[in-house]
DNA sequence: TTAAATTTTTAGGTTAATCTAAAAATTATT
DNA sequence: AATAATTTTTAGATTAACCTAAAAATTTAA
């Protein structure tokens, strides 16, 4: 069945939202992320339980179905291919390829997606540590910590991040705190949860709380 | 001002009719090669007059203007420049990436395509022959001739094709002619205007003139 | 140079995706 | 349990892109 590119979008954020918990979702919750109002997400969600994409009862929330759930990985993996596309060949940094990626996530070519992923080596990761799912839509299993939850005095690498904002991402490139980067956590600052870190070997630094949250690590 | 793909696609359109002529371009030609109606393609018309992107008067036709020029140009240099991506890098065949680079045509990068033209080493042609307008919109003048106006006893070289069709390029395919094919005309039939001809020194073999028609050649 | 044929435009509708405002249902609080 | 607050849906419009049928303009032919 044809498929519109808002419709696709659609079920990209009822994935993203569903990651988070086993509840429905409610309309307001996919209306935020859709950057629309309540009243379209009520249309829109009518329509894709129509097409057989999601379950959805008035005043119930929404899921994805089977289908709509094999949509929303294919979506995903073309989305993380095309960023180590823009990274690894292009040249981008990591803080510039999501946007370009959220245009070329639309293009339709099993068979591109596929070359793409064997050119690329298919990787299991995209630039910013997010999982890509395979041809089958099966997701790599990666059981990482946030960096705030690890103790003081432990070593760990860092594997992704948990947001793909520029401004984060900027912050984390001016820090050194690349992908792979080893972190050794000297210190934890009871007062305002920041954490005093060597990378790389390097001069132990402070950051804070908030970006600790948002580092994902493997022990 | 913001463009939609449609509008983009239009513009595309108008600018390959007024390649052939220095006329204005009529609604109806718009309408053959856009796949719909003439009274749509008179709404946007003065669609895109408003937005300043044609020159149309109503009932004399349409011609772009400078500025609808730039953007056809910009539209048809990132159609080829994915073209030569997807032969060169991905491995796709010449009849199957007119498609897919009719998607990729409407992504909108100006540092993306910039970053794919160096990568691909700022090539002069796509895999058709066809010119690559540069960064400032400028196409490369390519004097070349079609294989039917050649006389018999010359020798040439296969630069492009006047047709994109995947039919057309299947079959130059099974008959060897490639991209940079070395062709000796032995014989023009008057009959039906056959050629025999051999290609790359191989045993001659017969082509239609319709096929003769739709081969760009060098001298 | 009038009439016929053709092309193009206008008129009036449709569909997808959105919006605001108001009504209805659900959830939280007394 | 009743009321208040919040969330969600419905009602009614809007915009882009398209359609068919009819009217108007232009071009061709008699
Ligand atoms: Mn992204
Ligand atoms: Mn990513
Ligand atoms: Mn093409
Ligand atoms: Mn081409």
């Known amino acids: 069945m044809a498929i519109s590119f808002t419709e696709e979008n659609y079920l990209k954020v009822i994935h993203r939202l569903s990651e988070a918990t086993s509840e429905d979702i409610s309309t307001n919750a996919v209306a935020e992320l859709m950057q629309t109002k309540a009243a379209s997400v009520t249309d829109m969600l009518r329509k894709l339980a129509d097409k057989g994409w999601v379950n959805y009862q008035k005043y119930q929330g929404v899921r994805l179905s089977a289908e709509g759930e094999k949509i929303a990985l294919s979506i995903v993996r073309k989305h993380r291919l095309w960023e180590v596309f823009l990274v690894d060949k292009m040249g981008f940094n990591w803080d510039e390829v999501h946007e370009i990626a959220e245009q070329l996530e639309h293009i339709e070519s099993d068979q591109l997606v596929n070359k793409l992923d064997e050119y690329l080596g298919f990787p299991k990761t995209d630039p910013h540590g997010d999982p890509i799912p395979n041809k089958e839509g099966v997701l790599p299993e990666l059981a990482y910590s946030h960096l705030s939850d690890i103790k003081a005095t432990k070593t760990c690498k860092l594997m992704g991040v948990a947001q793909d904002s520029a401004v984060f991402l ?37 950051i804070s709380h908030e970006v600790a949250k948002n580092i994902l690590v493997k022990i």
């Open 170 to 206: 900027q912050l984390l490139t001016k820090l050194n705190l690349n992908l792979g980067a080893k972190l050794d956590i000297k210190e934890i600052n009871e007062f305002d949860r920041s954490i005093f870190v060597s990378i790389n070997d390097a001069a132990p630094i402070f």
